[in-house]
């Protein structure tokens, strides 16, 4: 049985208030609840979430331990604040920063190799889904970055965020998550084979909310859920990982 996901990316933003997600941090089997503060605030949550089961990650980090590299995080440092998850590849990072499948993949390696598990995020640009060529974007961002991984894949988790979605209130529909998850699921069986890509969770990111949140988790190939704005308003978080929940039991 696939572990289900459901977290929350703050981004360059702070949530509300936490109390509503804390209240709720029972264990419910089968499912990992995470949230991805900015680095400077990962003490103060790893810090709240001390008592709870709620994981917390990290945004982003880089594939070397130490060095001259200004402005980067080391999985090292990451380690001292708890961190069991970390974002690689999202598309913000990809377009704004220009982040490459290259460097990503290298980011991935890295990871993979230490005790915190990768949030590996794929997806699509709006011209390329219009082209109907998300599949090949996907399968490159796929075979590029993940080529080469020779243990551990298991630890990958991979978030499907096509870009048009994100933060645009127009999330994909249930179909069309269920369509791509599906398609990644068989380029993860050519890459490590049927076993391990069965056993891999693919999670959804694109607008989720309280309102679509039921409808795109009931997909067979979603599992969980990669939440952004909702996710800064801790009533409405709390409200998505609690139709995942009922959904489980
Ligand atoms: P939104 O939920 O704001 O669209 O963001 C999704 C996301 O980027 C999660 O990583």
Known sequence: MRKIYVAGNWKMNLIDDITP???ISKNVKNLEIIIFPPFTHLQKYSEILNKTNIKIGAQNVFYEDRGAFTGEISYKFLEEFGVKYVVIGHSERRNIFK??????????KKILKTDIKPIFCVGEKEQERNLNKQKIVVENQLKISLGGIENNFKNIIIAYEPVWAIGTGKNATPFDAQEMHQFIREQLSTLFGKNIAYQISIIYGGSVNDENAKDLFREDDVDGLFVGGASLKGEKFK??????EKQII
């Open 239 to 244: 409200k998505i990982i609690e139709i995942v």
């Open 99 to 108: 982040e490459s499948d290259e460097l990503i993949s290298l980011k991935l």
């Open 21 to 23: 997600v804390v209240q």
